[in-house]
């Protein structure tokens, strides 16, 4: 086989860039580890910047986004007793974000991919990359038992953190920085009416809630637990008892509870590798960050990585010259990184940290304080919740 673009992973940015350089021309080819079913029974984040609908439209795959999803001007935080709105379109010109799962952007875009005739490989085992500072690299993978190999001019590395196209990069070239935090969150998905109308982030001294939501009928909600904690621990009546102890008195009686139809706990970790590019081997999304999902940047950043590669792709596809490829880590990272920030400091902000003395905890306190009572620190949180720029 051969193609132009070899893209590994099929999740948001490995379709996501399938779809822009399908409609630029490009050819490509997608190679995923695990079948169509698994990857979208993941469950995941779900609100989307401005910028990533804006690609979502420009990439012909928002009908039903369009339709479904739901828009929101401004989300809440509560401090304790204290609930706050953070207006995000008054201070950003009208900007604004969407709330639509991260499992249903996939099932777009794989359903927009097998209507334009776009090859997948699902199920490929021991996928390897092969060649990667020549100018034809190539990955082999086991398809139904035969060694097979895809000859390529490029190869994106869009297969999360534990793929295997950053682990491909040779000992010694790539710089890793990271932050593991020592709690992780506690999500559960259920079908009742969200609590409000739009996302509640709540810090409390027994620890950080979130109250956000999939449609008018279906509710997600998480609880910061300590890395220890075990799912088998929480039954449902434990998570909601403790899910309105966290939250102000009006909200926690307006909460309605039922059944859980998932239950699940995420580790929480900050994590970047610079350069995000070697040889001909570019990573995008999870393989190259992780953010923790206080911010619900993850998504968002995998979108602009692919948006700026498809069109440097593009670029350099209509030029016969891979030279504008050269500056797509640095130019990337310059996002990357903003996005990191805010989502280590909205993580800082809210939750509760075990060793935390008495003096940086009001430190803390006095911050949001400070920037909840400006103008400018409000603008400052709204314009980096709705999304920084996308091409730098
Ligand atoms: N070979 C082929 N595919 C692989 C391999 C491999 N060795 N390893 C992993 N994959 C696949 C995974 O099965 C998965 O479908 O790569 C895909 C990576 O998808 P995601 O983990 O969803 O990562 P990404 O597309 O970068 O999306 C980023 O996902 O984790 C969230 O918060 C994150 O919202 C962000 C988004
Ligand atoms: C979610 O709905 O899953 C969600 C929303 C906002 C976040 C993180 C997760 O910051």
């Not at 079948?35 to 804006?54: M, N």
């Not at 007793?81 to 950003?92: F, V």
């Not at 990337?332 to 989502?343: C, M, P, T």
């Amino acid at each position: 086989m051969k193609t132009q673009v070899a893209i590994i992973g099929a999740g948001p940015a490995g379709l996501l860039l399938g779809q822009l350089l399908q409609r630029s021309g490009i050819d490509n080819v997608v190679v995923e580890r695990r079948s169509r079913d698994y990857v979208l029974s993941r469950i995941r984040a779900g609100v989307l910047e401005q910028g990533t609908i804006d690609l979502l439209r420009a990439a012909g795959v928002s009908a039903r986004m369009d339709r479904e999803g739901i828009v929101h001007h401004g989300f809440e935080l509560a401090l304790e007793a204290r609930r706050e709105r953070i207006d995000l379109s008054g201070p950003t010109g009208g900007r604004a974000v969407m709330v639509y799962g991260q499992t249903e952007v996939t099932r777009d875009l794989m359903a927009a991919r097998d209507a334009a005739g776009g090859a997948s490989v699902y199920e490929a085992d021991d996928v390897a990359l092969h060649s990667l500072e020549s100018e034809q690299p190539f990955v082999e993978f086991n398809r139904d038992g035969e060694r097979e190999r895809l000859e390529c001019d490029y190869i994106a590395g869009c297969d999360g953190y534990h793929g295997v196209s950053r682990a491909s990069i040779p000992a010694g070239v790539l710089r890793e920085y990271e932050r593991v935090y020592p709690f992780g969150w506690l999500g559960v998905l259920s079908d009742t009416p969200p609590v409000s109308e739009e996302l509640i982030y709540a810090r409390h001294a027994r620890g950080f809630a979130l109250c956000s939501m999939r449609s008018a009928t279906r509710s997600r909600y998480y609880l910061q637990v300590p890395d220890t904690e075990q799912v088998a621990n929480w039954s449902d009546e434990r998570f909601w008892d403790e899910l309105r102890r966290r939250l102000p008195e009006d909200v926690a009686a307006a909460l309605i509870t039922g059944p859980t139809i998932e239950k699940s706990i995420a580790p929480l970790r900050s994590f970047v590798v610079e350069p995000m590019q070697y040889g001909r081997l570019f990573l995008a999304g999870d393989a190259a960050h992780i953010v923790p999902p206080t911010g619900a940047k993850g998504l968002n950043l995998a979108a602009g990585d692919v948006g700026l590669l498809a069109s440097l792709l593009k670029q350099a596809n209509d030029e016969g010259s891979g030279l504008p490829l050269q500056r797509y880590s640095e130019r990337v990272l310059r996002r990357v990184w903003k996005a990191e920030r805010f989502s280590w400091w909205m993580t800082s902000m809210l939750h509760t940290f075990p060793d935390e003395d008495g003096f940086t905890r009001r430190i803390r306190e006095a911050e949001l304080d400070y920037l909840l009572g400006s103008a400018a620190g409000r603008a400052t949180i709204a314009e980096n919740y709705a999304g920084l720029p996308m091409q730098q």
